[in-house]
């Protein structure tokens, strides 16, 4: 039951299968995007219910720009309605709002409601709700280096002085936790530059089930399975 569960304090979600949810039902693959928008809003409420601190959804990685301009088009405005609903659940529910990932490349108008979102939930305490965005893991690091040697030649820091916490502040997760629960729906077994450098020691759930069918139920059973697990971080069992 729930109620006896260790809640892990981060969840990390690669929500996957949207395309084939749609297919399975001859439907067009924006039509699983849509639902599995709704899907998104459903668990962002049941992670604020079951008391997880952080959960971490995988929205837009750098490689889906490859994809045919129509359904990167389509899911540019999904995004944008989104966003205001995003905000009105957010306010309901205590949620902060934040997004990582390298946000200049989207249009004006995105940037601006992302940072909207950010600036009118940075007050809530429940729940933070991270959605990445434009984002991949390499990309991160890049992103990383770059302003860290930035740092380095403006004279603010000692490049041998660098620390694996340093590192990470200069990442956009700084001031997030590293994940505890990955979980990736529709079966794949690969991380797709998620989180490379924050999942060093994260434990994975994999189910079949595709994105748009997700929900608490699916939810509780990956948390179920992160109880059974014996973290150790390199270490022996204590
Ligand atoms: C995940 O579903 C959503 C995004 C990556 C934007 P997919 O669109 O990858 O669905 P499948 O993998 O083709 O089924
Ligand atoms: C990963 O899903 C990216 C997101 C969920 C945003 P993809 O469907 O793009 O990943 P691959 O191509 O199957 O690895
Ligand atoms: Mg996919």
Redesign the pocket.
């Known amino acids: 039951m729930a109620e006896n569960l260790v809640i892990p304090r981060h969840v990390a979600i ?3 299968g949207n395309g084939r949810w749609a297919k399975k039902r001859g439907l067009p693959r924006t039509m699983g995007h849509k639902q599995g928008c709704v899907a998104v809003e459903k668990t962002v409420e049941d992670a604020a219910r079951l008391g997880i601190e952080y959960l971490t959804v ?4 750098t ?2 720009w490859k994809r045919p301009e129509d359904e990167v088009g389509a899911l540019m405005q999904l995004f944008r309605y989104y966003m205001v609903r995003l905000l009105k659940i957010a306010k309901a529910n205590n949620v902060r709002v934040r997004m990582i990932g390298d946000r200049r490349r989207f249009a004006s108008d995105i940037i601006e409601g992302i940072n909207r979102l950010e600036e009118e939930t940075k007050e809530n305490t429940g729940l933070t709700f991270v959605i990445a965005v434009n984002y991949g893991g390499r990309d991160e690091i890049r992103r990383a280096a770059i302003q860290f040697a930035k740092d380095v030649k403006a004279g603010l820091v000692e490049a041998e002085a660098l620390t694996e916490d340093m590192f990470a502040s200069y990442l956009d997760t700084a001031e997030i936790p590293d994940p505890d629960l990955l979980i990736r729906t529709s079966g ?1 077994l ?1 991380l ?1 530059n998620y989180m490379l450098w924050q999942m060093a020691y994260c434990e994975f759930y994999i189910t079949d089930c595709y994105w748009p069918d997700f929900n608490k139920e699916e939810l509780v059973k990956a948390i179920e399975a992160y109880n059974k697990r014996e973290r150790r971080f390199g270490g022996v069992k204590k």
């Open positions: 690669i929500l996957d995988y929205g837009f990685s490689e889906n794949e690969r797709s």
